[in-house]
């Protein structure tokens, strides 16, 4: 339990950064709230194609190995 203390205080500045980087990404979305909302946009449906163009490999790579791996395709 020590150890894991250790650990946690050895990188105490890993927290800090990445609270520093949510408080100017919130004030940048404050500011220009038409921007972020597009940023977020364009965000979430690259995030979604890359979700379906990896299910679509993962299907076809595995059609030996998977019964029914159509339904896996169609998903």
Do not use: C
Not at 30 to 55: K, Q, V, Y
């Amino acid at each position: 339990m020590f150890k894991s203390f250790q650990d946690v205080v050895k990188n105490w500045y890993i927290p800090l950064l990445v609270g520093l980087f949510f408080v100017i990404v919130s004030i940048i979305a404050f500011t220009s709230p038409s921007s972020s909302l597009m940023a977020l946009s364009m965000f979430f449906a690259l995030s979604f194609l890359f979700g379906g163009l990896s299910e679509v490999v993962f299907s076809v790579v595995n059609r030996h190995q998977m019964e029914n791996w159509g339904w896996t395709l169609a998903f």
